[in-house]
Every structure is written in structure tokens, then in C-alpha cells.
């Protein structure tokens, strides 16, 4: 996780935010990111998202939880949620909203000791590992956390209104670079991964599970389901 970022949305939660995050990328301006959204109640959910918690049963595992807004709102409705976030500062104040069930670890390389009903990864969660090639090990956590009968519950985005011409193909044109900038200090650069369901499906298919798309919108962003074959 960026310090940068982790410092920002700590002086924000904290009433001490400086001026804007902005976020830096590879294909135009930088954009300022609006921190609101990291503490949105339901009332604030699109469509999209409604429908995704709608989707969830039994035990969930909130992937990348961020600041716990889904959990929270699972949480109220009686929902057996954990949530599980990398970064150590938004772990402590996830505790500080009311997160109940908070896990500081690393997805991919944690080692469960109990399997989930669904796993919740929204917010573009397959992002997380960067590019296609890691796609794999994502893969593979998902099969550690994930229950015989379970599924992954999760959204994307097909990014290839960015290109007017060809898209690029090595790399493949939705692993993109950004780096945060808040107060003065830059952060290091990182990749995130925006993959279209066609070659999700696909990478899906070789490594065990079906994908179902079950919204989508104008924008490209669609919200999607993983169970295994």
C-alpha cells in the first residue's frame, strides 16, 4: 500500500486533509480523487453495487475492504462479513468506524484457516494484482479462501474507450500505471489491472472457475460472478 495514499485518507478521517489527492497515470492529467467515497453509506451505492451485496450469502470476506464501507453496511444488516485489507492504517481505523472482524494481511499470499461462502472484491478488485501474468496467484488465493460450493462476487472494467486506434496487446491495454501525489510528496508508481470479461472468462476457464456477467453499464464497468466448474 502507497504511504502517500495511506497518509492522505489518514488526515481526511482525521478532519486534517491537505488541499487534494491526485492521482497521476500514463495516458493523460491527473485526476483528483474524491476520499468521500471511501465512506459511503448504502444510500451512496450505485446500482451496481446494491445489486453486488444483494448477491452475497453466507460467511463473506470483503477483498481489499479499504476503509470497511461495504463491510459496514453488510455488518448493520446481520451479514457475517470479515473484511481483509493489506494497508496496517486503514486495518486501525476500519476498527475506529465499528468493523467488527478486521484481517491485515495480504491476500495473495495468506494462508486461511477457514473458507468463505463468497468472496466480496469490488472497487475493480482483480486489480490488485497488477498485471494479466499475475493473474494465477490471484487465482490461487481465491481457491484457498474460497468454499466447495462458494462464489466471488466482484466488478471490472473494460478501459478500451481510452484507445482511438488499435488497443495495445503486449502489455495488454487494461494494466495501467498510476502514482498518487497528496501534500507535495509522490509516491511510487503501480500497476492496476482493468481486464474486460472476455479475457477474464477466458484466463477463468484456465484455472477452474465460470464467469457469469450479471450488470452492465454504459462506461464499460460490469459486475461479475465466479464459481467453480
Not at 453488510?74 to 486495518?91: C, M, N, P, T
Not at 468506524?97 to 495480504?106: A, D, F, W
Not at 482483480?126 to 466482484?154: D, S
Request: charged share 25%; hydrophobic share 40%.
Amino acid at each position: 500500500m502507497d504511504n502517500v495514499f495511506e497518509k492522505a485518507v489518514s488526515d481526511f478521517f482525521s478532519n486534517r486533509f491537505k488541499g487534494s489527492l491526485l492521482i497521476h497515470n500514463t495516458y493523460g492529467l491527473p485526476d483528483e480523487m474524491p476520499l468521500e467515497v471511501y465512506f459511503r453509506g448504502e444510500e451512496d451505492l450505485s446500482d451496481l453495487e446494491s445489486y453486488a451485496l444483494d448477491l452475497c450469502n453466507g460467511s463473506v470476506l470483503d477483498v481489499g475492504a479499504g476503509l470497511g464501507a461495504l463491510t459496514l453496511i453488510q455488518q448493520k444488516k446481520g451479514i457475517r462479513v470479515d473484511a481483509l485489507e493489506i494497508s496496517s492504517v486503514f486495518s486501525e481505523i476500519m476498527m475506529q468506524r465499528g468493523v467488527k472482524s478486521v484481517i491485515n494481511e495480504n491476500f495473495l499470499t495468506r494462508k486461511p484457516t477457514k473458507q468463505f461462502d463468497t468472496l466480496l472484491m469490488m472497487m475493480n478488485g482483480f486489480g490488485l494484482c497488477g498485471t494479466i501474468a499475475q493473474l494465477p496467484n490471484l487465482f490461487e488465493a481465491i481457491h484457498r479462501h474460497l468454499g466447495l460450493n462458494g462464489q466471488v462476487i466482484f466488478d471490472s472494467s473494460d478501459i478500451s474507450y481510452l484507445y482511438d486506434s488499435d488497443k495495445p496487446v503486449d502489455p495488454y491495454y487494461g494494466e495501467m500505471s498510476y502514482q498518487y501525489e497528496y501534500a507535495g510528496d509522490l509516491g511510487s508508481w503501480f500497476k492496476w489491472l482493468y481486464i474486460d470479461a472476455e479475457s477474464l472468462g477466458a484466463e477463468a476457464e484456465r484455472n477452474g472457475f465460470d464467469l457469469q456477467v450479471l450488470y452492465t453499464e454504459e462506461t464499460g464497468q460490469y459486475l461479475g460472478r465466479l464459481t467453480r466448474k
